[in-house]
């Protein structure tokens, strides 16, 4: 683990890096000679956000078709003065952190300098997280910043200890990028991170039409599209692989029976990769497809049962109740 502590400047900043020295994740190897392997060609999600890939997130948010972080952050304003009020909790740790725009929110409730002392924001992409702290201490005055640069599903154990009442966030419909099996193992690892009093706040796309479903993923500026061959990108880096992203097509669409967008990419023509790294070579013929993410989408119910089987109760789902951008905040507490 390597650390980053405040300068003399700034004793409010601390990050701990769990990253191998080039900056990647150490399992980046292991998955994709894994992923490229299978029948169904597949690649974690969690390679898309290098640099450039938060960078093209945080355009695909304000993108007029992609209504989650505009109808999270609705939600988000409308219960945060209670919440924050109500909870006081002395932390705050966010799992897929980003550039923590929403978090704000929550900072600049009126109780917040009262009783917050520390935001824990946990993420795999290490530029966006280092410029989002130093931001948010020129911002917050009375915060402590402790960043962790890891895995969640690898590294919850480096969160670091309670030192006071949290308040957990996983924000931005991220846990509907993990599998079933994969977040009731992943929520598990965060309820053991939770005590009494502690609180989990979750934000959950609800299942609604699936056109505006599939538009949110297909946007006509093509920045999804960006996002999606970015992996390729990530991957050609990461292990010195010859992938040409750009010969390659991006293709969502909302598959009904399992309730998610799976998101794809599909050679317009044969293509023929080596990765040096792993000493692979593997062709990729058209009619195949790689299947890059996916995002499952929710019902109440679906979220009780999602919640109830990694130990949490689910005290209450605010929503925006507007039928094309339904969203949800899911509030869990930990059960005994
Ligand atoms: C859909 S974005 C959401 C970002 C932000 N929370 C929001 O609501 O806008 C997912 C975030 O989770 C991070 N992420 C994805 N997989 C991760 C993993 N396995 N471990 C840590 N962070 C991960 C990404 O880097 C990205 O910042």
Redesign the pocket.
């Known amino acids: 683990m390597t650390q980053i502590a405040g300068s003399s400047t700034n004793k409010r900043l601390h990050i701990d890096v769990h990253l191998n020295g080039d900056g990647i994740?150490e399992t980046m190897a292991d998955d994709v000679r894994l992923g490229l392997s299978a029948p169904q060609k597949w690649l974690?999600?969690?390679y898309?956000?290098d640099d450039l890939?938060?960078n093209l997130?945080?355009q695909i948010?304000v993108l007029p078709e992609y209504y989650?972080?505009r109808a999270?952050r609705k939600v988000l304003e409308d219960i945060t003065d209670g919440l924050m009020s109500h909870l006081r909790p002395a932390e705050i740790v966010?799992?897929?952190?980003?550039?923590?725009?929403?978090?704000r929110v929550l900072l600049s409730a009126p109780s917040a300098a009262d009783h917050l002392r520390r935001y824990v924001p946990?993420?795999?992409?290490e530029g966006?997280v280092l410029s989002a702290a130093q931001e948010l201490l020129l911002d917050y005055p009375y915060l402590a910043v402790h960043g962790v640069i890891?895995?969640?599903?690898?590294?919850l154990s480096q969160v670091p200890q309670s030192n006071g009442r949290r308040l957990m966030?996983?924000?931005?419909?991220?846990i509907g990028?993990l599998h079933p099996e994969q977040r009731t193992f992943f929520l598990r690892e965060v309820r053991s991170l939770l005590s009494e009093g502690d609180r989990l706040l979750i934000?959950v796309d609800l299942v609604k039409e699936v056109n505006a479903i599939e538009a949110a993923y297909n946007d006509s500026a093509g920045v999804t599209a960006a996002f999606n061959r970015n992996v390729l990108t990530a991957i050609n880096r990461g292990l010195s692989a010859n992938f040409e992203p750009d010969s390659f097509e991006h293709w969502a669409f909302f598959n009904e029976v399992e309730s998610r967008i799976e998101m794809h990419l599909v050679p317009a023509k044969q293509q023929r990769v080596r990765i040096p790294q792993l000493d692979m070579s593997l062709t990729i013929n058209p009619g195949e497809s790689i299947w890059t993410e996916s995002s499952y989408k929710f019902t109440e119910e679906s979220i009780r049962r999602m919640l109830g089987s990694a130990g949490f109760h689910l005290e209450h789902l605010y929503t925006n109740n507007e039928p094309d951008s339904l969203f949800g905040l899911a509030l869990a507490s930990p059960a005994n």
């Open positions: 994740l974690s999600p969690k898309f956000y890939g938060s997130f945080e948010t989650p972080t999270e966010e799992l897929g952190s980003g550039s923590s725009i929403k978090t946990f993420d795999v992409s966006i890891g895995d969640f599903e690898h590294h966030l996983f924000l931005g419909g991220t990028n934000g």
